[in-house]
């Protein structure tokens, strides 16, 4: 775990610098479909560079939208390939270290979105706004908001219960 948080914060330190001068698009897939691709390479394997290739029983939309979440999460290169993170990720799936893993990496991956913002006490709109700031066009900041919320609910993180609905 602590190899993974030096991972996810060298990282971070790395993809925020890159991104400066774009706009950031953070994970937007269906968490669902995330989590099922990550169960998909727990019974698999990792293959040494995940592509399309390895998404066979997905559209080419849902295949190009998880792609894109990789590598917003910092899983896997810019070239696919898989990260130590995606391997700690995959290796902790359904097990107790699961939910601290999956925290660690939502935590790396939005914590320049999320900043500050107490999740347990805020209302949609601040979280919309934190996002909006980030992430261009008002669709794509709903999808992605969705899927975070998702994402750490999952992870076991007390949320507002405005957050919920």
Known sequence: MRQLELFLKESTVATVEQQTETRYTPAYVAFGTFKNFVDTLKTNGIPGEVNKSVMTNLSGGTQSHLTSALK???LVEADGTPTSALRELVD????PA?????????????GDIVGNLDLSKASPKELEDRFGDHVEGASLVDKAVRFYITAMKEAKVELSPYLGK
């Open 72 to 74: 917003a999460l910092l």
């Open 92 to 95: 902790s799936y359904n097990s």
């Open 98 to 110: 699961w939910n601290s893993t999956l925290k660690a990496v939502l935590d790396a991956a939005y």
